[in-house]
């Protein structure tokens, strides 16, 4: 067995939100030790939650903001708030409050000692902490940094803030993905941007190291978050390039001309505001996989007209085809019509609302949830597993997700040094907590 | 130097969307990337948009995207002699990429066995719908099923409509990069410690594991046993979602600021009623009813460059939805540098969506675009040794296919 390809490499973590916090979690999942840099008077938003949420937050009922362990805030709720905290695996926490000067050297001290320093804050927001790039390099010259505004370092737009969703809306994605007849303003959120931030980041990070180890080199980086999710909507974009043309709002159906495509009613075991809809995706790319439908289907007469043979033809007839699909699907059972098309050869596949996952043999075969205590005593819950096999190095979740402040003790005194008393000296003067102070929201 | 993998070689055997999307990140990052071709091209040029329309395949956009700084070469991996070639483009190789369903390779006697005997220290990494292993792992999938299985298509759209996907072939794209990142991982293990191994990546994991979404909800229903519905037609937030303008839409997102709101709307008498700072308003329909009203009063006056050059000042979170031309014209993506222009043998000149990072130790060098089918094939056969005379039997024999 050999080592995990980031082992040595340690990661000063100064990042927030989903992208930033999902692209540290894939460099620990890849064996770098990734120190979170966390702060008991400042709440970095979006990252943690709110560090004293009413409890009128439980009322809201959305699984993604108020599912905190058995519907209960409990005493750290920033240790387990449900839209952040499964990014926090295979990492570790330290607190310091950097805005004092005392706490910018320990900050200063922790950078000397890590081969990469990430962050994610709208512009501005470091410079004003006085921690840039010439900052970094004075304390570890050949530090590797990263650096993803949402719209770049410069340009009439470097001072946006922004989520995921703006810069969806920005580079055109929200209105190529609307629901063709509904109005703009019904297109639901994504933040499918995040997920790409994160990867892509994750990626320039270990190519920077790898330039690093053969030059001895570190840099600064600097990623365009909106520019990076272009790359989701690359045709549209290419489209305009190549024809000035607009492509059209496409829905589910295909960009690429393959038709039949859509997410198709199946038997219901419940309303739908309680999401006991249920759903079926098809998307037939071949005239073979056409033939397996409509072999699956048991032939019936409509599709056995000549016209449907070509994809020019299923696509000219698409609104017909969705028609006649849909009602033969809303028959079945979402499961029962899988595994039924998939047997014939057709792309399908149920749709699954969240609280299924659980249920599924084939994710229940590839683990992809884990069993986990975390610091504080709210029970035992299945956590997300990485992603990643490498059978030779094998990649593990070896850290349940992070408590604020849980590395305390193993920064100040192990890796940074300090003695018992300077550690109770910092841990008065509030630097070193475990809670948020009272005065964060 | 063309950028910092300018060292590396990858032989890339993967087609369509996730897995070349994965090695172009590591092309544009400087690294040499032989695309390995079926006889007939990579089914991504068969994909639209096209030049003009005309469905050529060396005029699909999507294509061009996909498969920018590598080269062609075209391999019938079926033919008799494939696995020699193939053995020679292994001992150049720092690691190898696929994308084939589960079992395909080592049907052809070129699978992991193949190439684990030949370069011990080698790496595959294999990308496929649901993983190497598992009852689903031979089942079909495209970007709209396996986002519908491991994403977060569910809660996506109106509860009174099917849920809908994200554009295009986003899904796949994610899982691209998620990949590119095991690429990577691997390359540097290989380079390290003289490891090769079998790298299985599911794109339905990546999107089980990943960040849009999916992370939370899940918790949500594993700590709390709440679901994730869809919402229903006309359900707003405070000062939250997409709201029409003078001249269209714009997304917000403010409602824990409602300071820096104030602010860009010019401190407007009705939002200093206290009774917006209670938290429950947020949650109060007649309360979201009447601050929004407020709210689209002040974005109709204003078209959505200047609500946001306002939002900006302010600092207030907002975006506007933008077209597919008004991004491709707008001055700050124009300035950045961002549009790359890129002369290409069939469609001329060219202008793409460029590289997202700049890297100040080790920019990267456009070398070229994407290459047309069996471009560098002839070239590729020379660097493994072959000589014109093996060259011209292996074209005759159809083994190699050359431009």
């Known amino acids: ?441 | 130097m063309p950028g910092p993998l300018d060292s590396v070689t990858v032989l890339d055997l993967t087609q369509y969307v996730a897995g070349p999307y994965a090695t172009k990140l590591l092309a544009d990052y400087g690294a040499d990337v032989i695309k390995v071709e079926r006889p007939g091209g990579d089914p991504a040029r068969a994909l639209p948009p096209f030049q003009d329309d005309d469905p050529d395949p060396e005029k699909s956009g999507t294509f061009f995207f996909l498969n920018s700084n590598k080269r062609s070469f075209v391999l019938d991996l079926k033919a008799e002699g494939a696995p020699e070639i193939l053995g020679r483009l292994l001992r150049i190789a720092d690691v190898v990429v696929e994308s084939f369903r589960p079992g395909t390779l080592d049907r052809l006697g070129v699978g992991w066995d193949f190439i684990h005997a030949r370069e011990p220290s080698l790496s595959l990494v294999s990308i496929t719908n649901f993983g190497q292993t598992g009852p689903y792992r031979d089942y079909r999938g495209t970007d709209l099923t396996l986002f519908g299985f491991g994403g977060e298509l569910f809660s996506q759209g109106v509860s009174e409509r099917a849920p809908v996907k994200l554009y295009g072939s986003a899904a796949l794209v994610q899982s691209g990069g998620a990949a590119a990142t095991a690429v990577m991982a691997a390359l540097m293990i290989g380079a390290k410690q003289g490891i090769g191994q079998q790298v299985d990546i599911s794109i339905t994991d990546t999107h089980l594991g990943g960040a849009d979404r999916r992370h939370a909800t899940v918790m949500g229903a594993e700590y709390a046993g709440l679901k994730s519905p869809r919402f229903p037609r006309g359900a707003q937030q405070l000062a939250m979602g997409i709201h029409p303008c003078a001249d269209g839409y714009v997304e917000m997102g403010s409602a824990d600021r409602l300071d820096r709101l104030a602010d860009m709307l010019g401190h407007p008498d009705w939002i200093r009623d206290p009774k917006w700072q209670d938290p429950r308003a947020r949650g109060d329909p007649d309360a979201i009813e009447e601050f929004n009203a407020h709210l689209l009063e002040w974005l109709m006056q204003r078209g959505k460059r200047e609500v946001w050059a306002e939002a900006r000042r302010a600092k207030v979170m907002c975006g506007p939805l933008f077209t597919v031309r008004e991004i491709f014209e707008d001055p700050h993506f124009r300035e950045s540098g961002f549009w790359q222009k890129i002369s290409h043998a069939v469609m001329g000149e060219v202008e793409m969506p460029g590289h997202p990072f700049t890297m100040h130790d080790s920019p990267v060098e456009w070398r070229c675009p994407a290459p047309l089918l069996g471009e560098h094939s002839a070239e590729i056969l020379g660097e493994l040794g072959y000589d014109h005379a093996e060259t011209d039997e292996l074209v005759a024999r159809g083994v190699v296919g050359v431009q």
Not at chain 1, 288 to 304: I, Q
């Open chain 1, 1 to 441: 067995m050999g080592t995990l390809p980031l082992s040595g490499v340690r990661i000063a973590d100064f990042t927030g939100v989903w992208a930033g916090s999902y692209l540290t979690m894939l460099l620990g999942d890849l064996g770098a030790e990734v120190i979170k840099i966390e702060n008991p008077y400042v709440l970095q938003p979006s990252t943690r939650g709110q560090a004293h949420p009413p409890e009128a937050i439980l009322e809201v009922r959305s699984a993604m903001g108020a599912g905190y362990p058995n519907l209960k805030l409990g005493s750290r709720p920033w240790n387990y708030c449900p839209t952040f905290v499964q990014l926090f695996r295979n990492k570790k926490s330290f607190t310091v409050d950097y805005r004092r000067p005392e706490g910018l050297d320990i900050l200063a001290r922790l950078v000397a000692k890590s081969d990469v320093f990430v962050e994610n804050s709208a512009a501005g927001t470091m410079e004003r902490l006085g921690i840039d790039y010439d900052w970094l390099r004075d304390k570890r010259e050949d530090i590797v940094a990263l650096r993803m505004p949402a719209y770049g370092s410069s340009g009439p737009y470097r001072d946006a803030r922004a989520f995921g969703y703006h810069m969806e809306a920005v580079i055109g994605h929200t209105l190529l993905r609307s629901d063709p007849d509904l109005d703009p303003s019904e297109t639901s959120l994504s933040l499918a941007g995040d997920f790409l931030a994160g990867t892509n980041a994750a990626l320039a990070i270990m190519v920077a190291l790898w330039h690093r180890d053969r030059t001895g080199r570190g840099q600064l980086i600097e990623m365009s978050q909106a520019e990076n999710a272009t790359g989701m909507i690359a045709p549209a974009l290419m489209q305009y390039a190549l024809n000035r043309t607009e492509p059209p709002i496409s829905g589910n159906r295909s960009i690429y001309g393959h038709a039949p495509q859509g997410v198709y009613p199946c038997r219901p075991v419940g309303p739908t505001e309680e999401a006991g809809d249920r759903w079926i995706a098809i998307s037939v790319i071949t005239d073979r996989e056409w033939l397996a439908l409509r072999e699956a289907m048991g032939d019936p007469e409509w599709a056995l007209v000549p016209e449907l043979d070509t994809p020019q033809g299923r696509v000219s007839q698409h609104d017909f085809l969705d028609k006649q699909l849909g009602a033969w699907t809303a028959r079945f059972d979402d499961y029962a019509l899988f595994h039924r098309l998939q047997a014939a050869g057709v792309p399908s596949a149920p749709v699954l609302e969240a609280s299924r996952v659980f249920d599924d043999p084939h994710i229940q075969a590839r683990e992809m949830y884990e069993a986990k205590d975390i610091q504080d005593d709210v029970g035992t819950f299945r956590y997300m597993a990485p992603f990643y096999n490498f059978p030779e190095t094998p990649v593990r979740f070896f850290q349940a997700p992070v408590a604020f402040g849980e590395h305390n003790e193993y920064v100040y005194k192990e890796l940074l040094g300090m003695s018992d008393d300077e550690f109770e000296r910092l841990r008065a003067d509030g630097h070193i907590r475990e809670e948020f102070d009272e005065s964060v929201p």
